[in-house]
């Protein structure tokens, strides 16, 4: 048996698929290949077979010697995009069965400011589940109230569940064709007994129907508050997560082809990395620019930066996430492709800008608009795709080497683009078309300023006391622009920015998350005796969540004594509306000072996203949720470090001059090849530092 030594982490893009490879010692090297959406599987062995020839070998070399392989993508995205989704029935408690049609009215999500404020462009999703393929079920359990003392206790069974309804429910689900079920009662976040039981009877009747069916409560997937979201949540698990674990098997059945021995991992939204066999696979519904994030926090450890604005900008999109104090921001009720779900997920703000993006022309009004299109690994005019593009541009005024992209796997058209980018942008507008071009590129700049300022100064935070870290395969080319339009207080890049997010999924830890609510008040003139009684709560929450742990991650091949875990806790000052997600130092309550510092955690994360003088302590706290993440070894990729050489570059580095479009002029720009350069190297501008 070949020796395991080898760890891959792919990352598959819009435009490219990237691989990260790493050996035993922690050297690594990357590698590309054009996405295939309609077969990833094929992109896949590409571009590990890519990475693999700059050590001489193969993609089945690799495989064979490989300890693990994670795939990030667009996977599910595309299922729901594409509507090709799987069909889903759904049982839901009586009285609920409009839920999945009403939205909750969020028909304005992910729709920019001017359309949210025009009623007649709100428009519904697509259904997850056609009506008449959602069956209610009389059951009731008291989720409890403020006014408890007048109340039924929570978890209480107010109506028992009539378990013929859900026999007849399901059976008429099976004579529909249903591919999927799922199974969602009001009060399972409190006391799942309905679903559970629901869930036994749907399993019995799919047994005896002798189908290949699967059931999917609730609870399993988000024991959480919110109805609403938490349907959501639970369609996403039915209708997408299950086809994209076929397309991720295919992918996988691709590496074990060439000799690869383990489950192929994923990446989750809140940044683990999890076997695809992952019950919650609706957790990896968004995948790759988490990797980004990741990469960021080990950077920002290494060079003492805890505050660090990172982004990804691709073909498609400029994605961009914040880094602050050395912690990464959590969203726990992300709006995703319209839709509000009940699940931890990197706050990650996209806007539809990279290289890819479509150039419209309004020659009535001579305004220009980017996107929403974009070629993505078609390029543009330049290349394989009908529409000027970004990347046309970046040709056109000497930023891209025509002969170079790819390191020359891809033969670039610049005379092509010039042609098309007279017709269709300058003579239309009566402009030059290096002028206008280059204003174009103010645009977009301008478009993607706009985006990070606004997501900085939403929250209070100074643009000069954080460090723009950008990476992507046009992160680098286009940074000139960011760092003229925000006052930062320094730029970052590294030299494996087209395959950052791959080296995040390389170094993302091997966890699973549990989330529980918890009702928990704590007021300023409460007694401690009331205070512990509620601590109870909190310690049995974090042991309950903890036993899922051990158990999960065992059947996952993992045992005991190789899991470990992190706590924490979702909270706000009384009367908020929104909570803030806290780690704590123990996982358990045993006295009035483990208590306090609970509370001192969350203080400590608010002070750190908002000024000092927002704290409102006087008004009480109250803790929604809690939290654990259950840990298991896996291997990491190191980061080496280089004795720092000259500052003059070697003479082999040097590949000579071209011209290029800046600021209204043409200039000769030094061009350099990034492999040859050395740790300590300084180039000087204007320079263009080329890679393949």
């Known amino acids: 048996m070949a020796e395991k030594r080898y760890l891959l982490a792919l990352d598959a893009g819009g435009t490219m698929t990237d691989t990260f490879a790493v050996d035993q010692e922690g050297k690594f090297v990357l590698g590309k290949s054009l996405t295939n959406p309609e077969n990833e599987a094929f992109s896949y062995i590409a571009s590990v077979e890519d990475a693999a020839r700059s050590w001489g070998m193969t993609s089945a070399d690799i495989h064979q010697r490989a300890l693990s392989s994670t795939y990030t993508g667009t996977t599910m995205l595309n299922i729901l995009l594409t509507r090709t989704g799987s069909k889903v029935g759904l049982l839901i408690t009586r009285g609920f069965v409009d839920m999945p049609l009403m939205e909750r009215s969020l028909t304005w999500l992910g729709q920019s400011y001017e359309d949210i404020l025009h009623q007649q462009l709100h428009e519904h999703n697509p259904w997850l589940v056609q009506p008449e393929h959602v069956k209610e079920v009389t059951e009731r359990i008291s989720v409890g109230s403020f006014y408890m003392q007048h109340h039924y206790m929570p978890g209480t069974v107010v109506i028992p569940l009539v378990e013929d309804e859900v026999r007849q429910g399901v059976s008429e689900l099976l004579d529909q064709g249903i591919e999927v079920i799922g199974i969602l009662t009001i009060g399972s976040y409190v006391n799942p007994i309905h679903e559970k039981r629901m869930a036994e009877i749907a399993r019995e009747v799919v047994k005896q129907r002798g189908v290949d069916i699967s059931v999917v409560a609730s609870h399993e997937i988000c024991s959480l508050p919110n109805e609403n979201e938490r349907l959501k949540t639970l369609l996403f698990q039915c209708y997408v997560a299950e086809i994209g674990r076929k397309k991720l098997l295919s992918v996988e ?102 290289t890819g993006t479509v150039i419209h022309v309004d020659e009535a009004t001579k305004r220009i608009n980017l996107g929403p299109e974009s070629a993505g690994s078609a390029v543009g005019t330049c290349y394989v795709y009908p529409d000027i593009t970004i990347g046309d541009i970046d040709l056109i005024l000497g930023y891209l080497n025509e002969d170079y992209f790819l390191g ?49 100064l939403s929250k209070g935070l100074n643009p000069a006391e954080f460090t723009l870290l950008t990476y992507g395969g046009s992160g680098p080319l286009h940074v000139w622009g960011l760092d003229r339009g925000l006052m930062l207080g320094a730029v970052l890049m ?9 080296f995040g999924c390389a170094a993302a830890e091997y966890f699973h998350r549990y989330d529980k609510a918890v009702t928990f008040f704590l007021t300023p003139d409460m007694i401690d005796d009331v205070k512990m009684y509620q601590a109870m709560g909190l310690s049995a929450a974090w042991q309950e969540l903890e036993q899922r742990g051990y158990e999960e991650l065992e059947r996952e091949g993992i ?120 740790a300590g190297n300084r180039i000087d501008g204007p320079a263009i530092i080329e890679h393949p």
């Not at 990729?637 to 050489?645: F, H």
Request: with cysteine.
């Open 559 to 678: 045992p005991r004594e190789q899991v470990h875990f992190r706590h924490g806790i979702s909270a706000r000052y009384i009367g908020q509306i929104s909570t803030w997600e806290a780690p704590v130092q123990k996982g358990r309550v045993e006295n009035i000072e483990d208590l306090n510092r609970v509370i001192e955690s969350f203080e400590k994360v608010y002070t750190t996203i908002y000024p000092a003088a927002a704290r409102f302590p006087q008004a009480g706290y109250q803790i929604t949720e809690v939290y654990v993440e259950a840990i298991g070894e896996k291997i990491k990729p190191v980061i080496p470090r280089y004795p720092l050489k000259d500052k003059e570059a070697a003479h082999e580095a040097y590949k000579g001059q071209r011209e290029a479009y800046m600021d209204g002029k043409w200039t000769k720009f030094d061009i350099w090849e990034m492999d040859l350069l050395q």
């Open 494 to 502: 590294v030299p494996w920015a087209a395959a950052f997010s791959a």
């Open 253 to 354: 059945g691709a590496a074990k082809k060439e000799g690869y021995d383990y489950d192929l991992l994923t990446l989750l939204s809140y940044g683990a990395a999890a076997s695809i066999r992952y019950p919650k696979l609706c957790e990896a519904v968004v995948s790759g620019p988490v990797g980004g994030l990741l990469g960021g926090r080990i950077v920002a450890a290494l060079l003492g930066r805890p505050n660090l604005i990172c982004c990804d900008l691709g073909g498609t999109t400029f994605d961009a996430g914040l880094i602050a104090a050395g912690l990464l921001l959590v969203n726990k009720e992300p709006d995703f492709a319209g839709h509000r779900l009940r699940l931890p997920m990197v706050s990650i703000d996209s806007i539809g800008a990279g």
């Open 408 to 456: 020359g796997k891809v033969k670039l058209n610049k005379e092509r683009a010039l042609q098309m980018l007279k017709e269709r942008l300058a003579e239309p507008l009566g402009q030059d078309v290096y002028d206008v071009s280059s204003k174009v590129l103010d645009l977009l700049h301008s478009q993607m300023c706009d985006h990070l300022s606004s997501m900085l």
